[in-house]
């Protein structure tokens, strides 16, 4: 079973101003994104950290990565790659604060 990089706990500080909000983001992260998946442990992890660096979601991205690194699913220099490979997709601008 794959872990769930995406836990709802990154989602705290949302919880006292739109619960509705947070309800939806739960159910997309821990449910729907991992159940439907059909890729391995290790290309789930690669899709998440790309996805966070796609959409400059640098907070989360440093939690993921954290975890991806304790859970041994991705290695150091696997995630310096994925930087250097993104950088030509998502621009300087991005990838520079990484």
């Not at 836990?7 to 509705?20: A, F, G, M, R, T």
Request: proline letters at 2%; aromatic letters at 8%.
């Amino acid at each position: 079973m794959k872990t769930n990089y995406l836990q709802p706990h990154y989602l705290k500080s949302l919880i006292s101003s739109d619960e509705d909000f947070v309800s939806i983001v739960e159910n997309l992260i821990s449910n729907d994104s991992v159940t439907s998946s059909t890729l391995n442990e290790k290309d789930y992890a690669l899709a998440v950290v790309s996805a966070c660096i796609g959409s400059n979601g640098l907070d989360l991205f440093k939690k993921v990565i954290v975890q991806v690194l304790k859970d041994k699913v991705l290695e150091v220099l696997e995630l310096c790659e994925i930087v250097y490979q993104s950088q030509p997709f998502v621009g300087l601008s991005k990838s520079y604060s990484l």
